[in-house]
């Protein structure tokens, strides 16, 4: 017998003895609902209280003149139309690793107002080290991929991806930080201290 | 293990207020958190009772995405499969985030023995590991340090000057470890859940290091108790706010991630080899009791170790053990069931404050009552004594026969955790007796 099949037989003997099932709750919800006009504000206030910081642009020929005033050093650039968009044309100094950038430049699958959280995955975010490597990361992203809530973040991935999951997906909420020292807090822990987001209408 | 220093009070006190007022903050602007709590304490039951079933649709998927699931009964076997995959990766260093189940199976010291170091990558056990010391708080490890005590000790161990701010340290910390995130070909990390429908592990995190864990090192082993399970993705929409605002009063960390196995082939990098542990080590035996079993709803956020008037008082190293606070003293003596830690669930006041600020509803007030009652049942010295006491006070006879002859016994037993008072040379009725007559 492998350990496999002697922990699943102890287990199953376990929960052959049922514990009393807690009520279910009532219908509710965590978070209040975001009334649609309320979105962009919400998303804004949010973003900024985690020191993010946005920007918005009313096209994407907009959208490449904040680019390129963002931009320093050595850029390491993610996939995607908004990327593509957002950086044609412009002398970027693009780097291939991205070891070796100081900012590296992605879009995303969904932003979620009522945490001001960027949700991507290894597709949309050109991998798993470009967005968390580089000392700051800027995220292209159109204004329709706003939603309410964490819980339809989730919908648009499974809408996107599934079944076929990128093998990382990731909820970005502020840039890296800690509070391991006395709770204080310090941005860019271990990821980008910066956290920049061109938002285009 | 020193359990009254005031220094230490003063620091852990200051943490916890902190704590306090950023999570009664953030769980204000949620519209219901008794709501969240009694929606989490429902999901978490009903995945423990069908966790044979979840457990192997994880495996099932996970495996349909490369990842090669393991499964260990105990410490050992957990750590006998570890060092197999460390082995073959060919690494001499292995980068790890936090993961308390690898305290829990002392992985570190055996990596060492076994020519494997092991680098700790999250500030706070980055600190506590140049230390030579256990975390003191599952969430926040390095709890009972300040920055002065921090910065003596990069100042000896990394060469930095003394005197740091946090700012200033946590820089140090980070240039300390950049390299070794790419120079590892091992990394190794816990799970916040395992979602049994994509077979993905999620990970919940601020400083962006366990992201860098699953990503630079060729090889991931992630470690898992076999309880953190859950059935669908979207059940994540509920569960990671409820642990942010409990553990850390953020209303969502800055990274919750999920990792569903090697890189794929059109993604442009990620580890080739992922491997899941999935960690008995006790927990059937907790899941067997069925009074007990709601203590496996845990997802370990720490808060009500910062609610405990006994862990504010005396720190998580006086516990002795992986998991402090009340959450510890009630799984720790299943956990740990042969080495003695029964008296656990003594250390509390039973005042309440952990059951509510518990996130899955836990009833830890019950189930630190249920642990006294277990430890009085198996009998011992505590019990013969209260029997005494309670002859010795049925009547004042016998009640100022046992003072009196507690006058004379030197009743300072050796080896005690503290100190007995000693009994007064003469009882308050005699004394004024003496001071009525002149």
């Not at chain 2, 140090?172 to 592990?201: H, W």
Request: one cysteine or more; proline letters at 6%; charged letters at 25%.
């Amino acid at each position: 017998m492998t350990s496999r099949d002697r922990i699943l037989a102890r287990i199953r003997a376990a929960v052959a003895t049922p514990s009393p099932a807690p009520a279910p709750p009532p219908p509710g919800a965590l978070f209040a609902p975001i009334p649609e006009t309320d979105l962009l504000a919400r998303f804004e206030r949010e973003f900024a209280a985690l020191r993010g910081t946005l920007h918005r642009a009313a096209g994407w020929e907009e959208a490449r003149r904040l680019v390129a005033g963002a931009a320093r050093g050595r850029v390491a650039l993610g996939p995607g139309d908004e990327v593509a968009s957002a950086t044609r044309g412009l002398a970027l100094d693009a780097v291939g690793d991205v070891a070796d950038a100081d900012l590296g430049i992605t879009g995303c699958d969904a932003l979620v107002a009522a945490t001001g959280s960027i949700v991507l995955t290894a597709r949309s975010g050109g991998g798993r080290a470009l967005s968390v490597l580089p000392p700051a990361h800027l995220v292209i992203a159109r204004r329709e991929q706003l939603v309410p809530h964490l819980a339809d973040a989730f919908s648009v991935l499974r809408a996107r991806h599934a079944p076929a999951w990128p093998t990382l997906m990731t909820v970005i909420t502020g840039p890296s930080r800690t509070a391991d020292i006395e709770k204080v807090l310090v941005l860019g822990a271990h990821g980008p201290r910066e956290l920049f987001l061109i938002l285009v209408d | 293990m020193k359990a009254a220093d005031p220094r230490l009070r003063r620091v852990i006190g200051k943490a916890v207020a902190s704590w306090g007022e950023q999570t009664a903050r953030t769980r204000a602007r949620f519209l219901d958190f008794a709501w969240g709590r009694a929606a989490l304490r429902a999901r978490k039951a009903d995945a423990l009772a069908r966790l044979p079933g979840l457990l192997e649709e994880f495996e099932r998927q996970a495996a349909a995405r490369g990842t090669r699931v393991h499964w260990a009964q105990d410490a050992a076997e957990a750590r006998a499969i570890v060092l197999e995959v460390a082995r073959r990766s060919g690494a001499r260093t292995a980068v790890k985030s936090k993961s308390m189940v690898t305290e829990e199976i002392g992985l570190n010291a055996f990596l060492e023995e076994h020519g494997i170091r092991p680098v700790e990558t999250d500030l706070g056990e980055f600190i506590v590991q140049l230390r030579g010391e256990p975390p003191s708080h599952i969430v926040t490890p390095a709890m009972h340090l300040t920055r002065e005590d921090i910065g003596r000790t990069f100042h000896e161990r990394l060469g930095v000057p003394e005197g740091g701010s946090p700012e200033e340290l946590t820089a140090a910390a980070r240039a300390a470890l950049r390299t070794g995130f790419r120079a590892s070909d091992l990394g190794i990390t816990g799970a916040n859940f395992l979602v049994a429908e994509t077979g993905m592990i999620a990970i919940t995190e601020n400083e962006g290091n366990a992201r860098l864990v699953t990503a630079l090192p060729r090889v991931h082993v992630a470690l898992a108790g076999i309880e953190k399970v859950i059935a669908t993705l979207d059940e994540l929409a509920l569960f990671l706010p409820m642990l942010a605002v409990s553990g850390t009063g953020q209303q969502l960390t800055a990274y919750n991630t999920l990792i569903g196995g090697p890189r794929a082939a059109d993604e442009a990098d990620g580890p080739e080899e992922c491997h899941v542990v999935l960690l008995d080590n006790g927990r059937t035996r907790l899941l067997a009791d069925a009074d007990a079993r709601e203590t496996l709803h845990c997802i370990r956020c720490g808060a009500c170790l910062n609610a405990c008037p006994v862990f504010r008082a005396v720190g998580g190293h006086a516990y002795g053990t992986t998991y402090q606070g009340p959450i510890g003293s009630v799984i720790t003596p299943h956990l740990r069931a042969s080495e003695g830690f029964g008296h656990l669930p003594s250390a509390s006041t039973l005042c309440g404050a952990c059951n509510e600020v518990c996130p899955v509803g836990i009833d830890l007030q019950r189930q630190l009552l249920r642990g006294r009652r277990s430890r009085a049942r198996a009998g011992g010295l505590e019990r013969l004594l209260l029997r005494l006491w309670a002859f010795a006070a049925g009547s004042e006879r016998r009640w100022r026969a046992a003072l009196a002859l507690a006058r004379w016994l030197p009743l300072r037993p050796r080896a005690s955790r503290r100190d007995l008072p000693q009994v007064a040379p003469e009882s308050f009725r005699t004394w004024w007796r003496k001071r009525e007559r002149p």
